[in-house]
């Protein structure tokens, strides 16, 4: 009873963490359309926002699993928020210098801090428990990420989208003091949820330092504590890990680039407002993504968790497919629809990979599934470029339907433990 409730406090403190990362990855769709006006982009220019949070996973990733072997979860997670923190004040003055490469510096560290957090927060939860629970443990936690998934673009929409669209040729007809003082008005009203998000990140921090955590499986072994594993790439033995990274890289790159067009896709396909395609987003698509978290977790108990995956796989795949095919509302509703099956991929394709590893290759292998987060920074990037070339947003999002394909294989095969590649 005293080891339950000692384990407790701590997986409620780490599973608040999941919500933060939900806000850099659900501010980005809102982001994308909101500096591609402020800062006057194309689909392409404006899709670097993605590839900075996603490269920074990339670099980010190894050293963070490498720090927390040698600091422990905690230390992980606090270096975490610092730099999360960090990050969101660096927006206030990329806004008021209207400065791009500036702003996506400040996306880079609040990157780097949700790097550090999740690569704790995953594993972490993980191992808190039995094994056998463990991916319904690590979905349940995941559902409040799905929280921030819900409010990130409703709020967002609300507080950053001014619902002021001007075509190219309005923009090109403007006095130039007005257009500055359009751009300028633009670029500054992100200054304040960005914020209030840095003072939410430094309570939280406080809350951390003052809070004992135990180090997840380490606890049960106080012997193996402070034992520093030593990092190798033979993790890569073990083939339902190596596959688990792949599906991963394909999979997030389909969230992200099914996220960052939306607005976009919204306009192209049916002529909607960008306020009323952030608040759809929100409140029905990322909804759903919540939604099918809670209900996945549940059919779990029944249905195999590789089964579940193929099966949310291949509906992702069609829909994406429909997406691009129909016209008008079809198109939108078939996209809203994705997000609902994309709930469960990361938390599962993450807690399969995992799967029968020591403690300290977990640590090793969760900075890996980590770095594969740098599909978000590939695929979104060549959704912009065909966009460009092809004039359509919505030929793009045949580049998510791909990726989902290598989702359902993981599920089917890819899943499966053997010792060597």
Same mark, same amino acid.
């Not at 049960?220 to 339902?240: M, P, Q, T, W, Y």
């Not at 993450?350 to 695929?379: E, P």
């Given at each position: ?73 905690? %230390? ?132 951390? !330092?003052?809070? =004992?955590?135990?180090?997840?499986? !380490? ?68 909804? %759903?993504?919540?939604?099918? =978290? ?58 399969? %990979? ?56 993981? %599920? ?10």
């Amino acid at each position: 009873m005293m080891k339950k409730q000692r384990i407790i406090i701590p997986i409620v403190l780490v599973t608040s963490l999941f919500f933060l990362w939900a806000l850099l990855h659900n501010l980005n769709p809102i982001l994308i359309p909101h500096l591609r006006k402020a800062f006057s982009l194309n689909d392409f220019q404006s899709s670097l926002i993605d590839a900075s949070a996603y490269i920074s996973y990339f670099v980010i990733a190894i050293p963070a699993g490498l720090f927390m072997q040698r600091y422990s979860y905690k %230390g992980g997670i606090i270096l975490g928020l610092l730099l999360y923190a960090l990050g969101a004040l660096t927006v206030i003055p990329a806004a008021s210098e209207r400065s791009y490469i500036l702003f996506l510096v400040a996306i880079f560290i609040i990157a780097a801090g949700a790097t550090f957090l999740e690569t704790a927060a995953n594993p972490y939860i993980s191992v808190l428990g039995s094994e056998e629970t463990a991916t319904r443990r690590l979905n349940l936690a995941q559902s409040f990420n799905g929280l921030g998934a819900v409010l990130a673009p409703i709020l967002g929409g609300h507080f950053i989208l001014s619902g002021i669209e001007y075509s190219d040729e309005e923009l090109t007809n403007m006095a130039p003091t007005a257009l500055n003082q359009y751009l300028q008005t633009e670029s500054d009203a992100i200054k304040m949820p960005y914020l209030v998000i840095a003072g939410a990140v430094f309570f939280l921090l406080l809350l951390f !330092v003052v809070t =004992r955590l135990p180090d997840g499986r !380490v606890a049960e072994n106080e012997g193996e504590a402070h034992h520093v594993g030593k990092f190798s790439l033979k993790i890569f033995r073990h083939k339902h890990f190596a596959m688990a990274v792949l599906s991963q890289f394909f999979y997030i790159g389909a969230q992200v680039g099914i996220g960052s067009f939306f607005i976009r896709f919204a306009r192209e396909a049916s002529s909607m407002g960008e306020k009323q395609a952030a608040f759809l987003f929100g409140s029905i698509a990322m909804t %759903g993504f919540m939604a099918g =978290r809670f209900l996945g977790t549940f059919l779990m108990n029944y249905i195999a968790p590789n089964k579940l995956l193929a099966i949310y796989g291949l509906i992702s795949f069609l829909l994406c497919l429909s997406a691009v095919l129909l016209d008008g509302n079809n198109a939108l509703y078939s996209l809203m629809a994705v997000p609902f099956f994309m709930s469960i991929m990361y938390p599962t394709i993450f807690s399969l %990979g995992i799967q029968k590893l020591s403690s300290q290759d977990t640590k090793i292998a969760s900075s890996f599934l980590v770095m594969s987060i740098v599909g978000g920074a590939l695929f979104p990037v060549l959704m912009g470029l065909m966009s460009v070339e092809a004039n359509s947003i919505q030929l793009a999002y045949s580049i998510p339907a791909l990726c989902f394909l290598f989702v359902f294989y993981y %599920g089917i095969s890819g899943y499966k433990i053997t010792s060597k590649i």
